[in-house]
């Protein structure tokens, strides 16, 4: 019994739509390219020296005494970030799933508590962490009076990188929450346990993968950021940070690549647990869809302090955001409170802001359309055909989600200054637009991709089918049923890969030349130098281009997406 | 209507699929060979999981046959893509397009094809007509009822004038009655527009309704291709005696030509091809026998119930629960349960397997 013929069959039928396959070899002839031979080349560098294939490479940065450090630094926050993150985002999700929300004040903080995330430059919060607590903090000098705090280090990175990702965990474990149905909780009631009790023995159990995988998401998150140890890790070196030293510093580039293999080893390992061992656990268990709506809990003896404990925190993470544009307006930071307009002046006259904001507007915007558009394709092609090498797409393009931009900037770097494996091919691209364009359409397609592919699994298969059966080749099908279909997720794709492009730096940073100015890296710049007047005048517009792009955004799906008149069959 | 009715001819198609529990593969359609005249309608009928759909699925070109080749007219179709064969399709869940108004959901096909406006404009008003939905082309399809929309996917399959139409259980997701009056629906329209269909259902009463023949399948076999009365009266196994309206069968032997010994009596019985002596199952069909006081088989009632048009019975020929529907009880004497009686066969009713 062999399937020999229908896979013959399926193969000619495959090869009578020529549009699709030259889509699908282009893809992965992009993803090898741009995704899978600059991780490739990091693992040349780092293995093979002049003698062939050695660990000479390895054996000399772990004897940099600097590097054993960053790894156990890197680990030890993540570790704890991770873990934080998860337990205030569970608090979040119990409280707004669970808990009865008195006030429309309330419920306004959470939404912009699940906004943040998405509209918030990397390094806003070490910002106004340092401004806040710093020597010259508002609340630790004036408030306090301790003049000699200082913010940077352990605690530093910990605090401001919690406070930056517990809303992810919080939007992941709200949905989870949701899917339980309330029945099984009441039946425990019912059955005579306490609350506590219920908590503990039926909502914990099933919603314990799901905290793994945020805990793990946030994980990965925290030993790929850039940004924030940079800014406020002061000598408490990261991983990423080491990397970006160690070739921005000490011109090595070899043992850059090396490192940065350390980095993608431990991002990938907790990468493939996190995607196919606890994603596939923590939604197995949770399939079935609420009967009906839950009681919220009213007694006041849990609602008052689960209350008071959220919005603390969510006034403090707001007041931490709004701490940035005051920066911007007060004379001196610490000193002189008077209000003035010198350092947006400053950041358009002296420092050329208006080319960086051009330069990374006009890259972000170039790079979105290309991202949405390729990120619905690849959830199309992924969903709804069969073909071989449909494997390969699905996991090299999420597989880019574990990639911290450190490592894809270096892979970049050793992988295309001397053109494709040193033979000048595509060197041209090196240190031009193109080159920051394909880094942040990389860094944006995971995100766009799972998107369209839990969009278009709504989707019942057959309304495809039948415009395929009236004659619509693959690439009318998609342009006239899937793409309509999947509009607002094609909306949202294009606008989150603008903001995660004019936001993004870590990979940026390394590639950048002088000839293109970018907002990140300038605010990078004079953050470092402690210009924090001018890098909060550039985070606050950019704060502003990111948060006008999402409430733009909404607007459009609001009055034209699909969803408006479009029932999506469940 | 259609241009060129089409005839389908199944050679020795077989369809493997690999068991996602097991990762055996198993044979999802085995061997079907079948000829469809053009111009009529034909169902595959069988319970779920016996390849129905993917046989449906494989002359529409979504799915690829393992073994064998399947022609269209006279043309082997094999490596042709959905949308490059000349059949029509209509889907249990509709598979309107959600974006599009009802007059675009039927121009669809026909703007592929290139056609010019007011042409098409002519064709859809007129299929819209045939359906009974003229006046509607504006509405987006969530705005029609659930026949409704079943009846714009079969405008839209219509309009191209395709070779042949297919039908996957194209009325499962609608109420009891609306099924029984779309099915008549289809039934004209397909004559009307004397097209060649191909209908997959597991309900026998609408492939009864509705079919010139049926193909009826069990666990990807096909088991018999007949026409519905032969179905009926003439299965060719227990699975489709069985599987068709209800069947009683009792063991017997062959004591002569039409004659068979069932417990200890000697009742006519259609023996085909048995030989004397051989041992067979007698079909007897629920409505096929009533009770009286005197008769060709001694029972004893093990069930009595009155269900209005009939009285229903269970009774026992030996150690064998056999049903029985008496009809228009008013005249007849009521069986209780303990009763003894004589069942009495209509002529031609019992069929000797």
């Keep these: 019994m062999a399937k020999s013929q229908s896979a013959s069959l399926d193969r000619k039928k495959l090869m009578g739509d020529p549009i699709l396959v030259t889509t699908i070899v282009l893809l992965i002839v992009f993803l090898t390219i741009f995704i899978l031979y600059p ?41 704890v970030v991770g873990i934080a993150s998860t337990l205030i985002g569970l608090l979040f999700a119990y409280v707004e799933e669970y808990v009865k929300l008195r006030t429309k004040f309330m419920g306004g903080l959470f939404k912009v508590v699940s906004m943040l995330p998405v509209v918030s430059p990397p390094f806003v919060l070490s910002l106004s962490m340092i401004m806040l607590f710093g020597k010259a903090g508002i609340i630790t000098r004036f408030l306090l009076g301790i003049y000699d705090n200082s913010v940077y280090g352990f605690w530093g990175i910990t605090i401001v990188q919690t406070l930056t990702f517990f809303p992810v965990c919080y939007m992941m474990l709200k949905g989870l929450l949701k899917n339980i149905d309330p029945s099984l909780e009441e039946a425990a009631r019912d059955m005579g346990a306490s609350r506590f009790k219920v908590f503990m023995t039926v909502t914990l159990p099933l919603i314990l993968p799901g905290l793994g ?45 090396a490192m940065a293999v350390v980095l993608l080893t431990i991002t990938l390992l907790m990468f493939v647990v ?5 994603e596939r656990k923590s939604t197995a268990t949770l399939s079935g869809k609420a009967s009906r709506e839950r009681m919220l809990i009213t007694d006041k003896s849990v609602t008052v302090p689960l209350t008071i404990l959220c919005s603390a925190l969510a006034l403090f993470v707001i007041l931490m955001y709004i701490c940035v544009p005051f920066g911007a307006l007060f004379k001196t930071w610490g000193y002189d409170f008077h209000l003035t307009f010198k350092w947006f002046g400053l950041v358009f006259t002296k420092y050329k802001g208006f080319k960086a904001f051009r330069d990374s507007f006009i890259l972000s915007l170039i790079a979105a359309p290309i991202t949405a558009l390729l990120s619905m394709i690849i959830s199309y092609l992924v969903v709804k055909r069969k073909f071989k090498g449909k494997g390969f797409i699905e996991a090299v393009s999420m597989l880019a989600m574990a990639v911290p931009g450190t490592v894809l900037g270096i892979g970049y770097i050793r992988g295309f200054s001397g053109g494709i494996f040193g033979s000048g091919i595509l060197q041209g691209l090196y240190g031009t637009g193109v080159i920051l364009v394909i880094v942040f ?9 799972r998107s369209g592919i839990s969009a278009l699994r709504q989707i019942d298969k057959s309304i495809e089918e039948s415009a395929y059966d009236m004659g619509a080749d693959s690439f009318r099908v998609f342009v006239t049923v899937t793409l309509p279909l999947i509009k607002d997720s094609f909306l949202s794709g294009f606008v989150t890969s603008f903001v995660r492009s004019i936001t993004a730096i870590s990979a940026i940073i390394l590639l950048v030349t002088p000839s293109y100015l970018l907002i990140t890296v300038q605010i990078n710049e004079f953050a470092e130098k402690g210009s924090y007047g001018i890098a909060c005048a550039f985070a606050t517009i950019l704060i502003v281009i990111t948060y006008g792009s999402v409430l733009l955004m909404n607007f459009v799906i609001k009055h034209f997406g699909t969803s408006r008149h479009v029932k999506v069959e469940e | 209507m259609a241009k060129e009715k089409k005839g389908v001819r199944l050679e020795h198609i077989s369809k493997i699929y690999k068991d996602p529990k097991t990762g055996k593969n198993f044979y999802a359609v085995k061997d079907a060979n079948l000829e469809i005249e053009p111009g009529s309608f034909v169902t595959l009928l069988g319970p779920s999981g016996c390849g129905k759909t993917t046989t449906l699925r494989m002359i529409a070109g979504f799915e690829s046959p393992d073994e064998g080749e399947i022609y269209l007219g006279n043309e082997p179709i094999n490596a042709l893509t959905p949308n490059k064969r000349d059949t029509a399709m209509v889907f249990q869940s509709y598979a309107l397009l959600p974006h599009y108004n009802i007059f675009d959901n039927v121009a669809y096909g026909l703007k592929l094809r290139k056609m010019d406006k007011a042409e098409i404009k002519k064709k859809v008003t007129d299929i819209l007509g045939l359906v009974g939905l003229e006046g509607m082309e504006n509405r987006m399809t969530n705005q029609l009822s659930g026949g409704q929309q079943q009846r714009v996917a079969l405008a839209r399959a219509l309009v191209i004038e395709p ?59 096909v088991e018999q291709i007949s026409t519905p009365q032969d179905a009926y009266y003439y299965p060719n196994n227990r699975f489709v005696a069985d599987f068709i309206g209800e ?56 069930y009595s119930c009155f269900m209005g048009s009939y009285q229903d ?36 009713t019992l069929y000797a397997l």
């Design chain 2, 247 to 302: 069947a009683n069968f009792l063991d017997a032997t062959v004591e002569g030509q039409d004659m068979v010994n069932i417990n200890g009596s000697k009742v006519k019985c259609a023996t085909g091809s048995f030989a004397v002596g051989n041992k067979c199952s007698v079909v007897l069909r629920p409505e096929g026998a009533s009770l009286s006081e005197n008769g060709a088989l001694k029972v004893k009632v093990a």
């Design chain 2, 163 to 221: 070779g042949v139409l297919l039908f996957d259980e194209p009325l499962s997701n609608l109420d009891a009655k609306l099924r029984v009056s779309m099915r008549t629906e289809i039934r004209r329209i397909q004559q009307e527009a004397g097209i060649t269909a191909i209908y997959v259902t597991h309900d026998q009463s609408e492939a009864m309704a509705i079919s010139d023949k049926v193909i009826i399948m069990n666990k990807g076999l």
């Design chain 1, 39 to 79: 991780l490739a080349i990091l693992l040349v560098d780092s293995f093979i020296g002049e003698g062939g294939l050695t660990l000479d490479v390895f054996r000399r940065i772990m004897g940099l005494p600097n590097f054993r450090k960053a790894i156990t630094n890197t680990l030890k926050v993540g570790f």
């Design chain 1, 441 to 449: 359409v990389v860094r944006s397609l995971p995100t766009g991709t």
């Design chain 2, 313 to 348: 019975y269970h009774v026992k020929v030996g150690d064998t629960l056999v049903k029985i529907q008496d009809y228009n009880p008013k005249n007849s004497k009521i069986y209780k349960v303990g009763d003894e009686a004589y069942l009495n066969f209509a002529e031609n």
């Design chain 1, 213 to 257: 995988n945020a805990f793990l998401v946030t994980f990965i998150e925290s030993i790929a950021d850039f940004a924030n140890p940079m800014i406020i890790g002061g000598s408490y070196d990261t991983l990423a940070t080491t990397i970006y030293l160690q070739i921005t510093g000490a011109y090595d580039k070899q043992g850059a690549a």
């Design chain 1, 274 to 278: 996190q995607k196919y061992y606890l």
